[in-house]
């Protein structure tokens, strides 16, 4: 059984009016009272039967004209068949035989879930799509008597908008950009129940089924773009390196102090490192045989002083 066939023939429960319902039987009795009235039983004198008769039929037409409707309900009254008043919360008289309730409007924030199935997007890509509706009556009059059954014209219209919605996007769109077309579908439903006296206050999408052989192309599709930007990001790291090297090349250029404490740095670097064996440049060796800071040129031409004595 589809959805909307299910919301259909949901039963509501039956309401029970006390006072309505114990009017009807003090009716019923006081026709049986007429009828043993005027039938001599009882032995009461005219006068007395007739007042007892009377106040009888009195309260059992106020029982029987006493309604409630709770906090959040409103009920329609009709006289006649023409609508007479919209009444609640509370307690409220309805001229027993004359008027009628026709419907008591639940004034309450309602959920309605509704689905779009096999439908196809704009790139013709079927797909199914479930959504919840948030609504409520603003105004029970309109609802009541301009249509017929406006919870299931509710869920009919939030289908259709649903489905257009669907149409008129492509799959990326509607992946990515799912608040856009929610709001596109509230605002489309919101333009119709405005006149039924009820309004849309927001709509959900629930779940999107796709097909499962477009799921395999979207997750590769997913894939390479990820690597594409994981690319075009190292890419850019490169080039902000290389800028700051240029930067740095210039600074060294002009200043030879700090080429040379550069140099040392790298020493230094590796000296901590623990290494035994270096590989330093030949230009810094060159600077280092110059300066001779670690002492070797000294400690060479003393190993040569002592060899020649």
Known sequence: MKKMEYVK????????????????????????????AAAGIGGLPPSTAAALLSAWFVVSVLLIGIRKADEWQRAIV?????????????????????D???????????????SAQETLTLDSVAITVDALCF???????????????????????????LRSAISSSDLTTFLRHGDVIEKQIQ???DKKTNEWGVTVLYTEITDIQIPEALQDSLSRLAQAEREKKGRILLAEAEIEIAKKLEEAARIYQNCEPAIKLKAFSILNEGLKAGNSMMLIPNSIAEELKNTDIFGLQALGELRNKQKSE
């Open 187 to 189: 605002s489309d439903v």
């Open 78 to 98: 009709l006289r006649f068949g023409k609508f007479k008043a919209v009444h609640g919360p509370g307690l409220f008289f309805a001229i027993p035989f004359i």
């Open 135 to 161: 609504w409520l009556v603003w105004d029970p009059e309109k609802a009541v008597l301009e249509v017929e059954t406006y919870e299931d014209a509710v869920i009919l219209s939030s289908k259709t908008a």
């Open 100 to 114: 009628r309730v026709a419907q008591i409007v639940d004034m309450r924030i309602r959920v309605s879930d509704f």
């Open 9 to 36: 023939n949901i039963k509501k429960p039956r309401r029970f009016n006390i006072a309505a319902n114990l009017g009807y039987w003090c009716f019923a009795f006081f026709v049986i009272a007429v009828f043993c």
